[in-house]
C-alpha cells in the first residue's frame, strides 16, 4: 500500500484587511485567516494558490 501525504502550505495574515476591497477581505476569509498574524495550513492546490496570488500583499507564506 502507498501512503499519500498531502502538500501543505502555511500562510500567515501580515496587514489588515480594513482598506482592502470586498473581494480581497472575502478571499482572506476564505483562506480561514482572521486576525493579523493568524496562521493556517492549507492543501496546497491550484484553488489555494491563486487565492494567496490575488492577496499576495497581505499574507506571507511560511
Known amino acids: 500500500m502507498a501512503t499519500t ?6 500562510v500567515q495574515l501580515v496587514r489588515s484587511t480594513i482598506s482592502c476591497s470586498a473581494s480581497h477581505r472575502a478571499t482572506v476569509r476564505g483562506l ?7 496562521v ?7 484553488a489555494v494558490r491563486g487565492m494567496i496570488n490575488k492577496v499576495d500583499y497581505l499574507v506571507k507564506i511560511l
Open 32 to 38: 480561514g485567516l482572521r486576525k493579523v498574524g493568524s
Open 5 to 10: 501525504q498531502q502538500k501543505t502550505v502555511r
Open 40 to 46: 493556517r495550513e492549507l492543501e496546497d492546490t491550484a
